[in-house]
């Protein structure tokens, strides 16, 4: 089997900014070469309008003659770096003089006005051209005047703008990630008061983390490790809870085990070994019964701490199914144990098993207490938005002042006529408390009885 690498944060947060970091390492680069280029272009424009006005007054010095003289053409045509090229117009008789035959600016620049600027294409060259309208008041003509200059030396500056930029910023970047490797570091030794806190608690010190040592960001996860604390207390509390009540559950029926046993051995004439035995045997099923009841309650109370139940269970067959499973004791106690309600559609969400275990423990009391040709009926009906499972009897039911306690751990009312371990109607209860569900404590029909019922959420489809 392949092993996962261990989670790094490091690591992780590393990966997480690369990508991003190269992204603005990209974007800053094109950034800075527009701005560079912006910068250039008013630098290299107000030149460009300075040649301009200064071939405009070599003009008006060699006033007169309508040919640009040959000082003026040099001056123009020598510039190594970025040749200027000229046009001189005459609105009367066209080009005066021109080494590259630029186009007449539209709409021309206004006469004796401020230079205006254009971008061209002449024969596949951008070319920046600034043009001036002069009057020429002796002819009456105007003169337009345009110097133009290619842009290949303004993006070759940008371009070494950028050039000389791009490594300051990724040296920049290296740093902050850098800082990031080192930062992570120093922030998790934040950490160290918590670990330690831990590392030194007792092992049954479940009590809740001191949360002012802990980084607020790192709160969710210790929040979250306090409610694992709280559900393992809980947890801890029911496991000892259960040890002393089996403790003391056993004790009672191991002494009189011990003492029939005693007296068997003391005795030994058959009829009173027979005794003893009879004895034995009662006792050994009693703690038997009340074992299985301890187990049981442990059972829903460990399980009323996982999720809510997801599954759907129809009420009303598991209600039938169970007064069928009984129909024998039923007879033998001669009792009559019906069942009333719908054959299918009362549904809730649950859990199959412990809904028939609570169920169980209702029918054995009625079966218990509903006294020989007594009468049980098990129903189910809808009373929406609730269901209500009932189980009544014909029995002496039980005083209403104890229906308060009824569900007590081991409450069992005075004068309780039947053995038992008083478990019971506490595992019905903790049952309907994991469904949502209320028990209610009820005279039965003809106020003869006890009546119990629960009443579960209905679930109006069978889906989960
Ligand atoms: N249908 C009933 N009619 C009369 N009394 C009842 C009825 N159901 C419960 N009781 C009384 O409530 C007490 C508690 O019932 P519960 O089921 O919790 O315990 P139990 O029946 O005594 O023991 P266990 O069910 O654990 O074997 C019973 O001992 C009994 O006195
Ligand atoms: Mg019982």
Redesign the pocket.
């Known amino acids: 089997m392949q092993m996962q690498p261990p989670i790094s944060l490091r690591r992780s947060l590393l990966t997480l900014l690369v990508v991003p970091m190269a992204l603005a390492w990209l974007g800053s680069g094109v950034l800075i070469y527009v701005l560079a280029l912006h910068y250039v272009n008013i630098n290299y424009d107000r030149s460009l309008i300075d040649s301009t006005h200064a071939l405009v007054r070599m003009i008006r010095s060699d006033s007169g003659t309508q040919e640009l003289s040959p000082q003026v053409r040099i001056l123009m045509e020598n510039d190594t770096t970025d040749p200027n090229y000229y046009t001189i117009h005459s609105l009367h008789h066209g080009v005066l003089a021109a080494d590259l035959d630029l186009p007449l600016p539209s709409p021309p620049p206004p006469v004796d006005g401020p230079p205006q600027l254009n971008s061209v294409v002449v024969d596949n060259h951008s070319l920046r051209v600034a043009s001036l309208a002069v009057a020429d008041k002796s002819s009456g003509d105007t003169i337009i005047v345009s110097v133009a200059e290619t842009l290949r030396e303004r993006r070759s500056l940008a371009r070494e703008i950028l050039i000389g930029t791009l490594p300051i910023v990724l040296i920049l970047i290296v740093l902050v990630l850098a800082l990031v490797w080192v930062g992570v570091s120093r922030g998790l030794r934040l950490l160290d008061p918590l670990t330690e806190q831990i590392a030194v608690r007792r092992a049954r010190d479940l009590s809740a983390l001191d949360q002012s040592l802990v980084p607020i960001e790192i709160r969710p996860l210790t929040q979250t490790i306090d409610a694992l604390f709280a559900r393992l207390r809980d947890l801890l509390e029911l496991q000892e809870r259960f040890i002393a009540d089996a403790a003391h559950q056993l004790r009672t029926p191991l002494a009189g085990l011990r003492m029939q046993a005693e007296r068997a051995l003391a005795d030994p004439r058959p009829e009173s070994v027979r005794n003893a035995l009879a004895h034995v045997e009662r006792l050994s099923a009693g703690a038997g019964?009340?074992a299985g009841?301890l187990l049981t309650l442990a059972r829903a109370q460990r399980s009323a701490d996982d999720d809510a139940p997801t599954s759907v269970v129809d009420l009303a067959p598991l209600a039938r199914a169970c007064v069928g499973d009984r129909v024998p004791d039923a007879l033998a106690a001669h009792v009559d144990l019906g069942y009333e309600g719908p054959t299918q559609g009362a549904y809730v969400a649950g859990d199959g098993v412990m809904l028939r275990e609570a169920l169980v423990?209702l029918i054995?009391?009625?079966l218990?207490?509903a006294g020989e040709n007594g009468a049980i009926t098990v129903s189910v009906a809808a009373e929406p938005p609730m269901v209500a499972l009932a189980v009544e009897?014909s029995?002496?039911?039980?005083a209403e002042e104890w229906w308060p306690r009824?569900?007590e751990r081991f409450?069992?009312?005075p004068g309780?006529l039947?053995e038992?371990?008083?478990?019971?109607?506490?595992i019905v209860r903790r049952i309907a408390a994991r469904h949502g569900a209320s028990v209610a404590f009820d005279r039965g029909h003809a106020e003869l009885?006890?009546r119990v019922t629960l009443r579960f959420p209905a679930r109006d489809t069978q889906s989960p």
């Open positions: 019964r009340a009841q423990n054995d009391n009625a218990n207490y009897d029995g002496p039911g039980v009824l569900g409450f069992r009312p309780s039947r038992g371990s008083g478990l019971g109607l506490a009885g006890l």
